[in-house]
């Protein structure tokens, strides 16, 4: 003689499946997150509220070191060679002459770390164009020479 036995389902009640996976003292108004990120979401506002948005002074000085450089001429004395160049791939720059157009060495009051932070502008007259192709190059200070 075989007896049926009705097992009752787990109560599915929201009530009850909130006060099983909230922690005991949860309130709605406090943070979601564990306690380990609150303290260090709190911090990272502490420091973003309070940081000095001023460069520091080494860096305002590299920056106006560099303003006079912009806009002069200068000659590359080292072999370069880019590959960026439409219509001329492969091009040796050295003995090209061309204008300093920018320093990217500080961006937005922070030194960056550009490799090449001075951008240059040359303008290249190929054979069957009449408009000279003009291109920019980045270059360290070492690879140009003021002309």
């Known amino acids: ?38 303290a260090r979401l709190r911090t990272a506002c502490q420091v973003a509220v309070s940081s000095d948005v001023s460069p520091p002074p080494d860096v305002a000085d590299e920056e106006a070191a560099a303003v006079p450089k912009i806009g002069k001429r200068v000659r590359v004395t080292t072999p370069v060679r880019v590959y960026h160049v439409p219509m001329a791939p492969d091009l040796n720059l050295r003995d090209m002459e061309g204008v300093v157009k920018q320093y990217v060495g500080v961006w937005k009051g922070k030194r960056i770390t550009a490799n090449r932070p001075f951008r240059v502008e040359f303008e290249l007259k190929l054979d069957g164009q009449d408009k000279p192709v003009r291109f920019f190059v980045h270059l360290r200070e070492d690879e140009f020479e003021f002309v």
């Open 1 to 38: 003689m075989a007896t049926a036995t009705a097992a009752a389902p787990p109560s599915t009640s929201s009530s009850s499946l909130l006060r099983r996976s909230l922690p005991p003292k949860f309130s709605a108004a406090r943070c979601l997150a564990p306690p380990r990120c609150r």
